[in-house]
DNA sequence: CTGAAAGCGCTAACAA
DNA sequence: TTGTTAGCGCTTTCAG
């Protein structure tokens, strides 16, 4: 009489009743409290399974005040760089039964804003942030919250934020310190929209840093974040006036693949005639003819710390500490010294 | 003396002492419900603002019985075949204040079905999962559950799952059916792991299928789903004894770019000595050299439809069509009629 | 249009 | 080791 047709949801009151113990004991066993007799613990788990019974994650949450998820708003999914740090933050945090929940902001800060918020409203415990540079306004109500954050793909914060990525800067001068050691002096550097991405102008500023330090002239050209934006970017050089660099260094391997695509359309030998390098060591980049030279960001070791940090800060109320990646260049065929 | 250090968090209760309404009013105006007098709901919106207030999510989901969350099994997010699909979910569920959460299997049916119940419990109304193949405890536990589930890249549900993709077999059979149409009757065709991908499984029988129907004679070789997969197995090929096949289809096109790679590193020319062709149309596809012939899934369309179905499941009980997308050929350079 | 009150299903003291 | 009993914070009838 009590459950007519199987229709009614069962909880953990049905559950009482039909092994004769009490709601707090099914709790127990629900949450593998150590205080349940074993005998006790196999007849409630056989009736959970036999009833098919699941808990409700509502009322959990409401009851502990914690709903093990955690946000991530990242500027698209349709580039693998995100991807593969996406992929190692969810593989982390599944071993430690939180969920991740994404959002896209499209580089706009207050579509970041909003999502953010969203998140939020739907239960996230922490945010993950892209970049360094967000809305004063989400970060107050961040802190309001007591909402954890961090920022990736940077190694400072905004705001005394804590950060773990890479020192884009110092990457974007290595990258530009390298290939002048080679010998090349005239160097053509492509990258994708600096507007709203903190991270493309930081590694444009170390490039610079890089230029006057060494003497360096270095042709700036932006272009859209894709295949296309290369190939287009170094349709138009290639066809310029004056297109004498020795070297193209793109702050995005996807970039590289473009112009890799348009010298070979020409005729262009890399890196017989042209040298060039990437930022990031996507899949192909060791695979492609010639193999690219690039500089290998570490972004699963990066999803991997902050799920790590952020779960370390919910859990044990663990500091979240700024750190900053080492990444490294990878040298492969696409670079040689410049002809003497 | 209420709240003495800002220090605890406040609720509607608050909230109702502070504007003087009622608790009810104040749900009402979190809620846009229409029964609320303007000056009123102004108040109350004011107060909200002025204290910071946020609404606990699992508290408003214990009530409602609703979490707007669903949750998402991909084998991983480091394909962008798969990024682009939940981009394009998480765009669209976002727009109506649903969001995603995802997990993936790593192409692990057991994992699949650990990780889809981990999403349940919590609190996913609804789970899209790749591929028709799947535990039947998985499923039996979702149908017993009254979780709606969508089958994704296939066109055909198992135990008469709802699916929304396309039809991988006539997809494999057409496109074998275009090289053959072209003069081909040697072909390669390179493909990723069957085990445990029944949509790579599926378009292998089409091409078989096309095979047989036309006569052409096809040499199927397995490799990994990556770059290197297809640079590795075309440079094993073209070093065979009998390379012999004038067209090359790859049943993804990362495996394509690989052999674009390869061929230029041999000096083979693509489309003169060698055709090839893809299947998805990547970002690069139409701007490599020579652009990709293959075929374009309609990935985002997908995720679109996907996330309206399931909405509309839950939201109005819509039941859940099955919908097989269409997806057409993109001829481009690297495909030729082969030499008479 | 607004208030009062009854839960949603679970967990966590506190007792026993 | 197990039972009892309050809530967690919000929504939602039902009155008024």
Redesign the interface.
């Known amino acids: 009489m009590e459950n007519p047709s199987g229709t009614k949801k069962l909880g953990v009151r049905a559950l009482a009743k039909m092994t004769g113990f009490s709601t707090g004991t099914i709790s127990r066993v629900l949450n593998n409290s150590a205080l349940v007799n074993a005998e006790t613990r196999r007849q409630v788990l056989e009736a959970i399974d036999k009833a098919?019974y699941?808990?409700?994650?509502?009322?959990r949450?409401?009851a502990t005040?914690r709903?093990?998820?955690i946000g991530a708003v990242v500027p698209?999914?349709?580039?693998?760089i995100?991807?593969?740090f996406?992929?190692a933050i969810?593989?982390e945090l599944?071993g430690r039964?939180y969920?991740?929940?994404?959002?896209?902001s499209g580089e706009d800060a207050d579509t970041e804003e909003r999502?953010a918020r969203?998140?939020?409203?739907?239960?996230a415990e922490g945010v993950i942030l892209s970049g360094a540079v967000h809305n004063v306004s989400l970060l107050e109500?961040l802190s309001?919250?007591k909402i954890p954050v961090i920022c990736t793909s940077v190694c400072k914060g905004q705001n005394g934020l804590p950060a773990i990525g890479y020192d884009n800067a110092a990457l974007g001068q290595k990258a530009l310190r390298f290939l002048v050691s080679l010998g090349h002096k005239n160097l053509l550097v492509l990258h994708g929209p600096k507007q709203n991405n903190d991270r493309t102008r930081l590694r444009i500023e170390g490039v610079m840093t890089g230029a006057s330090e060494t003497g360096a002239k270095v042709q700036l050209l932006e272009t859209t974040l894709?295949?296309?934006g290369?190939?287009k970017s170094a349709a138009d050089y290639f066809s310029s006036k004056h297109p004498g660099a020795s070297a193209v260094l793109c702050l995005s391997d996807?970039l590289a693949?473009?112009v890799l695509?348009?010298a070979?359309?020409r005729g262009i030998s890399v890196p017989g005639d042209l040298s060039l390098m990437g930022f990031d060591d996507l899949?192909?980049a060791?695979?492609?003819?010639p193999s690219l030279t690039t500089i290998r960001l570490p972004t699963a070791r990066m999803g991997t710390h902050v799920a790590k940090a952020l779960m370390g800060k919910l859990d044990s109320a663990e500091p979240i500490e700024t750190l900053r990646l080492d990444a490294e260049i990878v040298q492969r065929e696409s670079v040689a010294d410049v002809k003497t």
Chains 1, 2 share one sequence.
């Open positions: 098919g699941t808990r409700n994650p509502a009322a949450a409401l005040q709903t093990k998820t698209t999914l349709a580039h693998s995100f991807a593969r996406l992929n969810e593989q599944a039964g969920a991740l929940v994404i959002a896209t999502r969203e998140l939020i409203d739907l239960g109500f309001a919250g894709d295949v296309a290369g190939t996807v693949l473009g695509f348009e070979g359309r899949d192909w060791a695979h492609s003819v």
